[in-house]
């Protein structure tokens, strides 16, 4: 039971190029969440999926798609990097909605030059 | 959308002393608190939550308490030991809703 995981786990990007961060978990939950870590700022929602087929705009998703591919998995694609984007991405999944816990992915460390 | 505020930004305790974090929220619908414990480098992880109908919640040397009509709630870390030393996260959310809005985090120094 790997839980929740996120590839890859570091990565550098020039401004303006995409990239898909890839995660997925075994854990059968039907939520699925990205999240930015900037410092100072704790953990802001990007984008959530409840469930299979739908998606969800959090806080900051200016910038950023989403695809639910299936349930296990929930990609974050950044279509033309900016160095505003720089930041520590997690994934998360919860049984249900937000209100259950959340079980968070090892992160991936982004930065964009 | 929720506004949540987190006390402080750091704390440095000795070992063996306790430890209080604080924070509010502004949503009065907010019905669920948890708190996230992360340690350098790697993942948030829970290491206990509080729902509206109750107002205190202990497990083991950690407890959270709850004050709906002030609207904020706290964590308590008793017998503070080194490996408590992290960056712990308060949330707040409700039921149905889309989002988990986070404090700004509080890093705690356990001084062996």
């Known amino acids: 039971n790997a839980g929740v995981t996120q590839t890859p786990k570091f990565q550098v990007l020039k401004t303006g190029q995409s990239m898909t961060l890839q995660c997925a978990q075994d854990m059968n939950h039907n939520s699925m969440y990205w999240y930015r870590q900037d410092p100072g700022m704790g953990l802001r929602l990007i984008y959530y999926s409840a469930s299979e087929g739908t998606t969800d705009k959090g806080e900051v998703p200016n910038g950023y798609n989403v695809s639910r591919l299936n349930k296990r998995e929930f990609s974050l694609r950044l279509e033309s990097a900016a160095p505003s984007q720089t930041s520590v991405y997690f994934c998360?999944?919860?049984?249900?909605?937000?209100?259950?816990?959340?079980?968070f992915g090892p992160g991936t460390r982004l930065t964009v030059l | 959308g929720e506004n949540v505020e987190q006390h402080p930004s750091t704390l440095s305790v000795q070992e063996g002393d306790s430890a209080v974090i604080k924070c509010t929220y502004s949503d009065s619908a907010s019905n669920y608190f948890p708190w996230y414990k992360q340690e350098l480098g790697k993942r948030p992880q829970l290491i206990i939550d509080?729902?509206?109908?109750?107002g205190e919640k202990k497990d083991q040397r950690i407890a959270v308490t709850l004050n709906k009509t002030a609207k904020h709630f706290s964590l308590h870390i008793t017998e503070t030991q080194p490996e408590d030393s992290a960056v712990y996260f308060c949330?707040?959310?409700?039921?149905?809703?889309?989002?988990?809005?986070f404090g700004t985090g509080t890093r705690l120094t356990v001084i062996p």
């Open positions: 509080i729902r509206s109908n109750v």
């Open positions: 949330a707040a959310s409700k039921s149905r809703a889309n989002n988990l809005f």
């Open positions: 998360a999944s919860s049984v249900e909605s937000p209100a259950y816990e959340q079980f």
